[in-house]
């Protein structure tokens, strides 16, 4: 049977309803193939043949001249099969079933996406979707996304596989703006005729490209082979999983999405955990511990110090630490005699350390300097929060924490930024430009320390 690896390695691409009409996603595919970087030929098919973006179209596979890798088929669902069985015999190694009407539509649906899952098993040729925009090699600029642009094709460091288009779609275009959200590989397994998320999960795991996993699940067709490849994929590099259809009237609307089937969510997280990987509950958690995983270190301990404008929020920062199971850092009484130079009261100089008023006396860079330069020295404390306000004077006003940090990377120290919009984006733009994690609230900042001190829990057990 040929590999997954084999499929994502294609060098060569034929799409199924492609048309000389700009505007229709075949048409829009060829043109995003032709503009990305991949270097391989490209063939249309359709019967009435022509061209498009410079493109020929051939009214069949077999008359395409060359060997075909991978297909991508956008066609009506009762003409699939017989293109499927046209790419076997052509010798392709893999297709992309992104035309919707399948199992997730009704028993007809069902019983066409099973006569395509027996071709390819008599075949060997592989499979994803149908139901998907399918995958994404951002090393190749190979994609079968006709959503795909310049930003989505940029490569990056996150690995996901996804049963719905939501990574390759329109979500992508807008993660993949911000450069810390873009990919190395995009698996789209939309219905599973064929490849499933522990066969992409496998692949994740060994591609060299890729440092952190994601998934999206409705559901699990083969539990015990997932959990296997979890086990295998932890070791090596975080695997964050984020769940749809948790609820019963999520779990319905599943069904007509990707043709889903039930699971139990309390026995599917509990095998999660037990087999290693990180469970998420919503995009932007997934997004935050991307940002953290991909940024900064994973903690040595579970102690966090705060450093903070405002009581409030590091009253609650305090609190989700605690939810966590995390601990506030104790202060060592050198750490104490140093932050005792720029902030005079005892008690504010008390883990969450208040900043105010004392950097009136000092200034801030002195002050929050002198702060984060004595947090990073005591042993005591494995992470920092700092909370601060989005000031007046720019990229400036942190510039010195950020040498400080580049210089000394060993612990992971989280922003959070309050303040007028506009100074807020350019001080958390700055930060992002130096690969510094921001998130608009700290107690967001404590989740992500917490799911990085969970795994690097994982790692350090001797079996998982």
């Known amino acids: ?163 719905s288009g939501i990574f390759v779609g329109a979500l992508l275009r807008y993660l993949s703006s911000f450069p810390v959200y873009r990919l190395s590989k995009g698996l789209g397994l939309g219905n599973k005729v064929d490849v499933d998320e522990a066969e992409a999960l496998d692949y994740l795991r060994e591609d060299p490209e890729t440092r952190i996993i994601g998934l999206y699940l409705e559901d699990t067709r083969n539990g015990r082979r997932l959990l296997e490849a979890a086990r295998k994929a932890v070791r090596q590099k975080p695997v964050l999983v984020l769940k749809g259809g948790r609820t019963e009237a999520g779990s319905r609307a599943t069904v007509s999405h990707t043709a889903s089937l039930a699971v139990n969510e309390r026995v599917f997280q509990g095998a999660l955990r037990q087999a290693g990987a990180l469970s998420v509950r919503r995009i932007d958690e997934l997004m935050a511990a991307f940002m953290g995983f991909q940024w900064a270190p994973l903690p040595q301990g579970d102690n966090l110090a705060y450093v903070t404008y405002s009581g409030a929020q590091a009253i609650m920062s305090v609190d989700t630490t605690v939810e966590e199971g995390l601990g506030v850092a104790p202060f060592s009484e050198r750490t104490d005699e140093r932050l005792s130079q720029v902030i ?32 990073l020295d005591d042993d005591r404390v494995h992470g920092i929060i700092f909370i601060g306000f989005a000031q007046y004077g720019g990229e400036s ?57 969970h795994y690097a829990r994982i790692r350090n057990r001797k079996e998982i």
């Open 344 to 375: 005079a009261t005892r008690g504010k100089r008390m883990n969450p350390i208040d900043i105010y008023p004392d950097m009136n006396l000092h200034g801030f860079e002195k002050t929050s300097t002198a702060i984060l330069k004595a947090l």
């Open 1 to 163: 049977m040929i590999s997954v690896r084999d499929v994502m390695a294609s060098r060569s691409v034929a799409v199924f309803g492609a048309s000389q009409d700009p505007s229709k996603p075949g048409a829009m595919l060829i043109d995003t193939l032709s503009r990305s970087k991949f270097k391989g030929k490209i063939a249309g098919i359709n019967p009435k043949g022509g061209q498009v973006h410079g493109v020929t179209l051939y009214p069949t596979i077999g008359e395409v001249p060359f060997q075909v890798d991978l297909a991508s088929i956008i066609i009506p669902p009762k003409a699939v099969p017989a293109a499927v069985a046209e790419c076997a015999r052509k010798g392709v190694k893999g297709i992309v079933i992104t035309s919707e009407g399948f199992a997730e539509s009704g028993p007809e649906g069902r019983a066409i996406q099973e006569e395509i899952r027996n071709i390819l098993r008599s075949s060997g040729m592989r499979g994803f979707g149908p139901n998907t925009l399918g995958i994404l090699n951002t090393d190749t600029g190979l994609t079968t996304s006709y959503f795909a642009d310049h930003n989505v094709l940029s490569p990056g460091s996150i690995g996901f596989a996804s049963q």
């Open 397 to 453: 006003t942190y510039r010195p924490l950020v040498e400080i940090i580049r210089e000394r990377p060993e612990k992971p120290v989280f922003f959070s930024l309050m303040g007028d919009a506009g100074e807020l984006k350019i001080l958390t733009d700055y930060l992002l430009q130096h690969k510094l994690p921001v998130y608009p609230f700290p107690e967001t900042g404590v989740w992500v320390f917490s799911q990085m001190r």
